[in-house]
Structure formats: C-alpha cells, structure tokens
C-alpha cells in the first residue's frame, strides 16, 4: 500500500469514528426526549369541614408506585422540603396545599401514599390545649392511595386528594384518646400541553445549533412558569403545560434578548415554535 492510500485510509476511518460518536450523542439526547417521556404529576390537599378548631397533621414523606418500578417507592420532593405541617381545617373555601409537583416517567401510576409522623394533634371546642392524635402504626407507615392512572407523555395531572376529617377522627371509647385513621378521597384533572422548538445562532451563514440554552416559559403576566435546556441539537421540549397562552424568553450572555410571540397551549397537542434564531449582540 503507498503511503498516500494509507494516509487516506487513516483519514476515513479517523472520521469514520468521529462520526460515530457525534450520532451516539445525538441519540443520547433524543432519548432523553423521545425514548424517556415523562409526564407533569401534582398533587393538592384539600379537606372537607369537620366539627374541629384543629387538625394538625405532620407528613414525613409523599412516595409513588408505578409500573416499571418493582416493588420500590419514589419519594417526591416538595420545594419546602420535609416534614410538611398542616392544619387540615385550613384547607377550605378553595385554601388548597400543593403537596407535590414534578416531572415522573410516563406510564401506569398505580399508587401514592403518605408518610405520617409522630407529631399529629387536634383541637376541640372548649379545650385550651391540643391532644395527641394517635396514628395506627400501619398508616404512620404509609397511607396508600390507589391511583392506576395512565400517565401520558406530555401531559399534566392534577390528583386533588380530598381529606375527610370528619370521618378520618375517631375517639377512643371515653378515654380522652383521639385516633387517626385518615379518610382520603382522590379526584384526577388532566390537563396537557407542550412547547418544542429549536435554538440556532448563524455562523458564516449557516445555521448551527447552540445546546444548553436556558428556555424560559412565562404567562402573558409575565409569571415564570418552567424551563428547559435545549440538547446537542439545540431542540427543546417543555412538557406538561396548562392549556393557555404563553410566552418564550431566552437571555443569554453575548445575545439579545429574546421573547416570543404568544404561544397557545392546547390539551393533547405539541406546539412547535419552529426555529428561534439568537443575534449576537
């Protein structure tokens, strides 16, 4: 072989690998996307009136169960953290507690339960102190919520978990002792929507995709509502959405700003803003 083709033979099969490896990133990265849907899961406490001043319950953890996963629980994580403290006679004429809410993978979600702690306690009418509220052992340990609900990808559900506190107090004969044994009903709002879309700056001319881009999804408020990052490809997905009006915003250093028109989020359907160019400033 002369030294030319050999030459020649290196160089091909230098690129060949090099292209070998940028398609293996991509399809990381559109597996991220495609291959691991994920869906937008809330869950809000309400509760019904009781003949109670307080009802005040301590959550140690929120876990979920789906299918995929076993026999294994998946806490959630809620902003505040835990333990999570409510006085459950709060939560009426439309006070609501949002417990949880997270991006999970797609699929069967068949149960939610709570952990209660040790530190529960009620209040009566004509008491000045509050009195212990004894948790059976096999609810402190995690009340389960049956769901089996099938979990779109792209879309957003909303579990209202609706706690009876009349039903949910017993009183221990006529010893004084209070007893809870929470009674929860759980009604399911599904709601979707996605934004897609891709982010190119022009380089010589050309369109090259810039990856990491902080996308920002604002209300026509101007709340901020959720980001994402954009992958090698410079595309982007932001699922689980309310139907409704949104804008995009990208700030990003050595760029002008950008802002979108306005978006409309529909339920079941990906709007797709096309291809969002950034000027250097």
């Known amino acids: 072989m002369s030294l030319n083709s050999l030459r020649a033979t290196i160089f091909i099969s230098i690129a ?13 990265k559109t597996d991220d996307i ?20 307080e ?26 953290g835990y333990p999570i403290y409510v006085d459950l006679t709060e939560l009426i004429s439309g006070n609501t507690l949002l417990l949880a809410d997270e991006m999970i993978p797609s699929g069967i979600l068949r149960q939610v339960r709570l952990v209660l702690g040790d530190n529960n306690t009620l209040l009566i009418e004509g008491e000045d102190d509050l009195i212990p509220l004894t948790t059976p052992s096999a609810q402190q340990s995690g009340l389960k919520l049956h769901l089996d609900e099938e979990l779109e990808p792209g879309f957003s559900y909303t579990f ?30 599904v ?25 920002e999804v604002y209300t026509t408020t101007d709340e901020l509502v959720t980001d994402s990052l954009t992958d090698i490809n410079g595309e982007f997905l932001i699922q689980g959405l309310e139907a409704g009006i949104y804008v995009l915003k990208i700030t990003r250093d050595g760029y002008l700003d950008y802002a979108s028109l306005e978006i409309n989020v529909t339920v079941g359907n990906i709007t797709d803003t096309g291809i969002i160019e950034l000027i250097l400033e």
Do not use: H
């Open 16 to 28: 060949f690998i090099i292209l070998v490896f940028i398609q293996g990133c991509s399809d990381d």
């Open 34 to 53: 495609n291959n691991n849907p994920t869906s937008r899961v809330q869950l809000i406490l309400v509760d019904e009136p009781g003949d109670y001043l």
């Open 55 to 80: 009802v005040n319950v301590e959550i140690i953890d929120i876990q979920y169960k789906a299918d995929g996963s076993g026999d294994s629980w998946m806490s959630f994580t809620p902003e505040s």
């Open 160 to 189: 209202i978990l609706d706690w009876i506190v009349q039903e949910s107090i017993v009183e221990a004969g006529n010893s004084g002792m209070y007893i809870l044994k929470p009674v929860i009903n759980v009604n399911t709002e």
């Open 191 to 215: 709601n979707s929507g996605s934004i897609s879309g891709s982010v190119i700056e022009m380089i010589d001319d050309v369109e090259t995709a810039i990856e990491n881009v902080i996308v």
